[in-house]
């Protein structure tokens, strides 16, 4: 009687035989006798801009993982910028993650890794930006290369110069002292399939209507209580970090500031914000008297006039200074 043990280990076929073992190198993966077997194709993955991200963007940049998904699973991975993942027959999405070492990539579904919290999105020892990228509806073996570019999840908010401009004589007069800038109704989450398709519509926010102190390293800069004359100008250089937000309620800059010891407001308004992108405010022009309401509309009042330029995120994924 001739009896057939098939095992698998690491695609090693061993099929013993009367007593006599013989060990072939295969492709498959059997199963039961009589079962269909299981195909195994290699998929090559690399990340196209790891080294432009590793000498330029990054201080220090961790290990990237490719992870391939099929049913929000995960098949196999690399921990490394390129190298060949072993799939079976079928339809997968792939995933390429920078900044994150403490991930058990094992016990982790995609839908897990899908959504990141802003203050959990930062590594908090290299101060890198996680970086990412996913590509679905990879067909295995119909496709054999697949070349992934990371990019933040994160918009970065500059505030460069203030300027004080007063039309009226009165105002003019009046002793004005800038406190400080912060973010409001900032996206709390983001799910990272947003970043193929670019909308990011938040239910839950950071400073809510106003600043609550949340997330601070990210979103609040202090200038203390300092004037500033008409016809002045205040080097502010201030840098945030913000999700997208492609919803409704809009993200917005809010520049504090007193007079006669009472509070006035600058918002100014981001209509959308995408990921991995600068949004620049050169100048900030103060016409007149803020308003009292942080989220209230600054166009009503007419008190600011800016423009936002609007750039690829090409720099340095580290954090600038938080003043």
């Known amino acids: 009687m001739i009896l057939s043990v098939i095992m698998k280990f690491k695609n090693i076929l061993i099929t013993m035989v009367a007593g006599t073992m013989t060990i072939c190198s295969c492709n498959k993966e059997f199963v039961e006798p009589g079962s269909n077997p299981v195909e195994f194709h290699d998929l090559t993955v690399s990340l196209d801009n790891y080294q432009i991200i590793e000498s330029k963007a990054e201080d220090t940049i961790s290990t990237p993982y490719i992870i391939a998904y099929s049913g929000g699973n995960m098949v196999d991975y690399i921990k490394a910028p390129s190298g060949t993942l072993r799939l079976p027959t079928g339809t997968y999405t792939i995933l390429a993650l920078v900044g994150k070492d403490d991930l058990d990539i094992n016990s982790m579904t995609l839908n897990q890794l899908y959504l990141f919290n802003l203050d959990?999105?930062?590594?908090?020892?290299?101060?890198?930006?996680?970086?990412?990228?996913?590509?679905?509806?990879?067909?295995?073996?119909?496709?054999?290369?697949?070349?992934?570019?990371?990019?933040?999840?994160?918009?970065?908010?500059?505030v460069k110069n203030i300027h004080r401009d007063f039309h009226n004589s009165v105002d003019k007069k009046k002793k004005l002292k800038l406190v400080s800038g912060y973010m409001i109704n900032v996206a709390r989450t983001l799910e990272i399939r947003n970043i193929i398709f670019p909308r990011n519509i938040p239910k839950t926010f950071y400073n809510d209507m106003q600043y609550r102190g949340e997330c601070d390293e990210l979103l609040y800069?202090?200038?203390?209580?300092?004037?500033?004359?008409?016809?002045?100008?205040?080097?502010?250089?201030?840098?945030?970090?913000?999700?997208?937000?492609?919803?409704?309620?809009?993200?917005?800059?809010?520049?504090?500031?007193?007079?006669?010891?009472?509070?006035?407001?600058?918002?100014?308004?981001?209509?959308?914000?995408?990921?991995?992108?600068?949004?620049?405010?050169?100048?900030?022009?103060?016409?007149?008297?803020?308003?009292?309401?942080?989220?209230?509309?600054?166009?009503?009042?007419?008190?600011?006039?800016f423009t936002v330029t609007v750039t690829p995120w090409l720099d340095g994924g580290k954090l600038s200074p938080i003043k």
């Open 221 to 305: 800069h202090r200038i203390g209580s300092v004037p500033i004359a008409q016809s002045g100008k205040f080097g502010m250089d201030a840098v945030f970090y913000v999700y997208p937000n492609t919803g409704e309620k809009k993200t917005k800059f809010i520049l504090e500031t007193e007079v006669d010891n009472k509070k006035y407001y600058y918002p100014v308004e981001f209509p959308t914000l995408r990921s991995n992108t600068v949004y620049t405010v050169n100048d900030l022009f103060l016409t007149k008297l803020g308003i009292f309401d942080p989220d209230g509309p600054w166009v009503e009042n007419n008190s600011v006039s």
């Open 120 to 158: 959990l999105g930062i590594d908090e020892t290299d101060k890198n930006f996680t970086m990412l990228k996913v590509q679905g509806n990879v067909k295995v073996p119909t496709t054999s290369n697949v070349s992934l570019s990371v990019r933040r999840g994160v918009s970065k908010i500059v």
